[in-house]
Each structure stands twice: as C-alpha cells, then as structure tokens.
C-alpha cells in the first residue's frame, strides 16, 4: 500500500487546514489509518487515528477538540481538519496504515507510511 499525503502549508496562528491522505489500493478500507506528526528536533508523535469503518476515532491529548480525523473508503481517503492552529502544531504531518482494523498511538501498530506534508503556523 502507498500512502500520500497532502495539504500541507503556511498557515496564521488560529487558522486552518485540511491534510488528506490517498492510498493506492482498496485494501486500505480494512485498515486503521493514523496521522502522526514531527516538528525539528523532536520525536515523530501520534496525532490521531481512525477505525476502518471511521467508527472509532482516538486523538492526542494536545489536538483533543481541534482536530478532526475523518475517512472515505470509497475514495480511499482519509482526512485530518485541523482548526485553531498555533505554532506549536507546526511539523511535518504523516499518515500510516494499520496492521488491523483498530489503530492505537504507538508507531509500531501502524506498517506502511507515506511521505509527509509541511504544516507551517506563523505567529
């Protein structure tokens, strides 16, 4: 499965932005599907995740209310609304299948990744 993601870039502070997240085959429908981000210098970290069928959703504690992780199975997309952007969100944004259905925050749980999508929030 190839994964890429988009929609990514230069956005004002409490501004927004919708990344998606395309994958090459069908088979994605079976998987979770989760966004991770990493900013310079830090570790790459869980943003949120979603069930195959879009049922269950989890989400980072520092994006809980802002961000909204979403899913079409019939265009083999998956989306992340970013609102109420700061600057601390800025990183490049990730997006990865799950090895199930049901995804969780570890990295480990998650098998094919796509390139990543610049998120810049200004100040």
């Known amino acids: 499965v190839q994964l890429q993601a988009s929609g990514g870039g230069l956005v004002q502070t409490g501004g927004s932005l919708k990344l998606s997240c395309v994958a090459s085959?069908?088979?994605?429908?079976?998987?979770?599907v989760g966004w991770f981000r990493q900013a310079p210098g830090k570790e790459r970290e869980f943003v949120a995740t979603i069930s195959w069928r879009g049922g269950n959703t989890l989400y980072a504690d520092s994006v809980e209310g802002r961000f909204t992780i979403s899913r079409d199975n019939a265009r083999n997309t998956v989306y992340l609304q970013m609102n109420s952007l700061n600057p601390e969100d800025t990183a490049v944004y990730y997006c990865a299948a799950g090895r199930t259905s049901y995804g969780g925050r570890s990295a480990t749980q998650y098998q094919y990744w796509g390139r990543g999508t610049l998120v810049t929030v200004s100040s």
């Open positions: 085959q069908r088979t994605f429908s079976n998987n979770a």
